[in-house]
Every structure is written in C-alpha cells, then in structure tokens.
C-alpha cells in the first residue's frame, strides 16, 4: 500500500509502498522477490533512515519469544516498543540496559540505532548487551550474529540504520532494579565551563544529562542544569511508594492535537521558554525521588509533541566532539547564540568510548538541539557540520536529515569498512534509504 510516510521531525516526507508482515517466511519472500526496500519501526527516528521506495512495517512483528526472570534475559521479535518490554519487566524487578529519551521505539530501531542513553559512559549503548540477534540479509537468509558469531555482520548491524538486512530477533540482558523510582539529584551550572566541571564531580553517577540555554551569552553563556540519578532502593522511597515500589501510579497524558504554526517557535519564545526552565529550580540543588517515567522520558507524557514545530517539521541536529576539544563545543554554541536559533531542547551528555564499528558514540561530549525546518536552516547546519569536522566530530546518523556525503566519510574512520561488509550481506543493494542514497553508501 503507498502512503506517505515521514519519521518523528516530519521532514522529509515522502512517498512509499509500505508493506507488514507477521510471519518470517512471508518477509524472507518479499525480501527475495524486491530491492529498495528498508526496514521501519515506530518512526521515531528523526530524518530519513528509514524512509525509502518500500518500507517494511516491522510493528506488527511484534512477539515476546522469552524471557528469563531469574537472570534477566530477554528475548523478542524486533517489532515490540521499549514501553511494552517495561509494562513486563519493571513489575518483575529488571529494567532496560540502556534507553533513549523515548519508550516507544521498537527493539530492532534499537539496534539499528545502536541506542545510547543518559548511562553511556558506564554501560555503554545498546549493543554491548546483546547476547544474540537474527537478521534477514540480502540473500533472504535468516542469519544469527553475535559478538563471536559472524561478528562482521553483527557490528555492522548495530547502529548500521538497516542497511545489512532487517532484523527480526534480538535476545539481550536487562539490568536488575529493586524499584520503578530514580534518586534524581539537580544542580544548576551558570556557564558552560561549571556544567563540564559538573559533569566530572559527578561521573560516578549512572545516569546524567544536562538541559543547555543555548541563547546566553557574557557569564552566563551555556548556562545548564545537571540532572544526575541513579535507581532508587526501597528504603529511599516514601510509606507509600513502599507499599508497591515497582508499581508505578497511573498518570494522565497531554497530547498536541495539532501542528502549531510556524510564527509560535521564535526567538523570543525560546528565550522565555530558557528563562522559566532555567528557573523553576529555585535552589541551586535539589534532590529528590521520583518515578523513572519524568526522569528517562519525560517528552512522553506529551503525545505528539512533534507537531508543536508546525507543519514544515523540524530537525534534530545531534553531534558528539572527542573530550578535549571542548573548544569546539564552545564555538558550536556561540555560533547559535549569535544566530539567536535557540532550541527548546538542547541536551548535553558524556560519553565513554565507542561501542561497535558504526556506532555514534565516541568519548566525549554530545550535544542534541531541535531546529524548526525554515529559510536558511540547512546552509547554518552546514556551516556546523564544518566546525563539527573541524574538531574531530561526527552526526547521529539516526537523527540525520540532510547532511553531505562528504561530512559523513570523513567523520565516520570505519566508513570504508562499514561499506564493504553492507555490499557483503546487502547483496544487490537490496536494502537503501533515502539516508543511504544520500550518502553514497547505496545508489
């Protein structure tokens, strides 16, 4: 059936035969009986990884095959979202390893995405807890990969955007929790230079992320909010969080029933936005404890918060710079401070090192901002792309809309090597997007 599809920034948009399937020999059929196709989860990638002439619908792939609660091994088809692996597993005392800043992104976007999480520079990203998973290569194959077994492939696929096959199965370990609640600690910074101090008094903390106002300028340039956490035990909770710790009260959710108009997301909007978020917190240190829900997703409780960009769509620009060169950091952001594009959003992270062959991370710093699509957007994002190379750095492919071939081959070291094993497994090329065509990776 043809639709018009786009992922979560709605941008780009664009025309494709959409098929769906529940049975594995009927995948394996019409991956060996057509090309262009790409896999697509829930859509909750940002550009265009997994928009193409054929998109395959894995939601409907959506089976628990096993799952482990002694030693917390899970085991799923690729289509089941992160929100419905928690409905089972957190009232069993488990939690995910590693999560992104939304639950409702499918396993096998997951891996393709090679996910990171507020946890990255102690556990890694998702990869890393992978025991096995089944890819459908270009040949139609069902192919198992690990770590050990076929390990080309399996590097590839990790944060390959789809590229080597589509996954079908993933079998990974989950992390033990003795209750649904964070002890979340928040720590004001007025500058940049604070927050990155901030970040190194606080390392031992699991969980960190700091919420940036990109708009400042003189001392109070990059002026944040650290948010640090870690999983609570019972004895930290309240009597009556005790009475269920890992059974979570139900909460009503707001939506945006609408795409907002373009002239609401301003200069002067972001800088009242800044203003209010940077000071609700009236004390320059406050700890408490509260469900995992605001503290891993907090953009969740507002369904649909994409269309608040308006109908043009918007675009998130995702970088990370090796940690000495914090310099470009600042010229990143000075950059859109003299712009005055500020972004509602603007996060910053800390990662460990590198995970797979493809994998985005880096050690180092990563900074995720959302830009509403206007006039003179993509030649600004050019202009950053530059200063991102300039210092050693590299786009989340995943949240990739529009940068340049040239930008990804010479950020990306494993690039040539990525592309060999994708002709390896990709046969024919059967498998592209719009992403892949775009940067010469397929054609």
Not at 134 to 156: H, K, N, R
Request: one cysteine or more.
């Amino acid at each position: 059936m043809q639709k018009r599809l786009a992922n979560w920034g709605n941008f780009p948009t664009v025309a494709s035969e959409e098929s769906a399937f529940t049975q594995e020999d009927q995948l394996r059929n019409f991956v060996e009986t057509n090309t262009r196709l790409i896999a697509r989860g829930n859509g909750r990638c940002y550009g265009d990884a997994s928009l193409g002439q054929h998109s395959i619908s894995m939601l409907r792939y959506d089976k628990f095959l096993s799952f482990d609660p002694e030693n917390g091994i899970l085991e799923t088809q690729a289509g089941v979202t992160l929100d419905q692996i928690l409905d089972i597993i957190v009232p069993k005392g488990w939690f995910l390893p590693v999560t992104p800043g939304t639950k409702f992104i499918t396993v096998g976007g997951a891996v393709a995405s090679d996910v990171h999480g507020k946890n990255h520079h102690v556990d890694g990203a998702f990869s890393g807890h992978i025991i096995d998973m089944d890819v459908i290569i270009g040949s139609g194959v069902t192919t198992t990969c690990s770590q050990t077994l076929l390990p080309d492939l399996f590097c590839a696929t990790c944060g390959g955007m789809g590229l080597t096959g589509v996954i079908t199965r993933v079998k990974f370990h989950l992390k033990k929790i003795e209750t649904a609640y964070i002890r979340q600690k928040q720590i004001k910074a007025k500058n940049l230079e604070e927050v990155i101090r901030l970040f190194e008094e606080y390392k031992h903390y699991t969980y960190s992320m700091a919420w940036i106002d990109c708009l400042q300028k003189g001392d109070s340039f990059g002026r944040s909010i650290l948010i640090v956490g870690e999983h609570a035990t019972p004895e930290e909770l309240s009597s009556a969080q005790q009475a269920a710790p890992l059974t979570l009260p139900a909460k009503r959710k707001l939506s945006v029933p609408f795409n907002l108009p373009s002239f609401v997301l301003n200069t002067f909007t972001v800088k009242a936005f800044n203003w209010l978020y940077y000071g609700k917190n009236f004390k320059r240190e406050i700890s408490n404890v509260v469900p995992y829900e605001p503290f891993f997703y907090p953009l969740d409780a507002i369904l649909h918060w994409n269309r608040g960009y308006g109908k043009a769509g918007f675009v998130q620009y995702q970088f990370v710079l090796p940690l000495e060169k914090k310099d470009g950091l600042v010229a990143i952001l000075k950059r859109i401070s003299e712009k005055g594009w500020g972004s509602f959003l603007a996060v910053l992270k800390v990662f460990g090192n590198q995970d797979s062959l493809i994998s985005f991370p880096m050690e180092g710093y990563t900074l995720a901002l959302d830009f509403p699509v206007r006039k003179g957007l993509f030649p600004f994002l050019d202009e950053l792309d530059e200063i991102v190379l300039q210092y050693g750095g590299r786009l989340y492919l995943s949240k990739d809309a529009r940068m340049k071939q040239e930008i990804f081959w010479k950020s990306y070291p494993n690039a040539n090597r990525f592309a060999e094993i994708v002709q390896t497994y990709n046969t024919s090329q059967r498998f592209a997007s719009l992403q892949s065509d775009r940067l010469l990776l397929t054609k």
